[in-house]
């Protein structure tokens, strides 16, 4: 089974970076999980969820555009045009800093910011995303 981002590329467009969430951003999940396994299987309800959250949740810079998808059987998508982005932040309270985990926050032109919670190394996403930004402007 190929993976959204692969079965979304267009003609002469390829990956240039992946990014995926991190463990440490559903650690609360898998405690719980963990924690009431013993309870008639309650626990596995709580992993399932952490491993179906963190299997479908799919990030990629690519030559064209920045793909987001994230969910199962509900999917939501962000697809913006790389030279459409205005801004790219990243948001990372203590925990993140010191787990290498955060927020990335996506302007586009015309568009709606759009949160990517849980990022696992948002700074190397964010340092791609520019450099992938530079590939395509245009020869002036």
Do not use: C
Not at 31 to 59: D, Q
Not at 91 to 103: A, H, K, M, S
Not at 104 to 119: E, R
Not at 123 to 133: G, L, N, P, V
């Amino acid at each position: 089974m190929s993976s959204y981002v692969e079965g979304a590329l267009v003609k002469d467009e390829r990956i240039i970076h992946l990014g995926h969430i991190s463990l440490w951003s559903i650690w609360h999940l898998i405690a719980l999980g963990v924690v009431l396994l013993p309870a008639f299987g309650i626990g596995l309800i709580f992993l399932a969820v952490a491993y179906v959250r963190y299997k479908t949740t799919e990030l990629a810079i690519t030559t064209r555009r920045v793909i987001v998808k994230s969910g199962f059987i509900r999917r939501s998508t962000v697809e913006i045009n790389i030279n459409k982005v205005e801004s790219i932040q990243v948001d990372q309270e203590v925990l993140g800093r010191i787990f290498n985990f955060g927020t990335l926050i996506i302007s586009g032109a015309g568009s709606p910011q759009a949160p990517i919670t849980g990022i696992s190394n948002p700074m190397e996403f964010r340092k791609a995303f520019i450099e992938a930004q530079d590939l395509a402007k245009p020869e002036a």
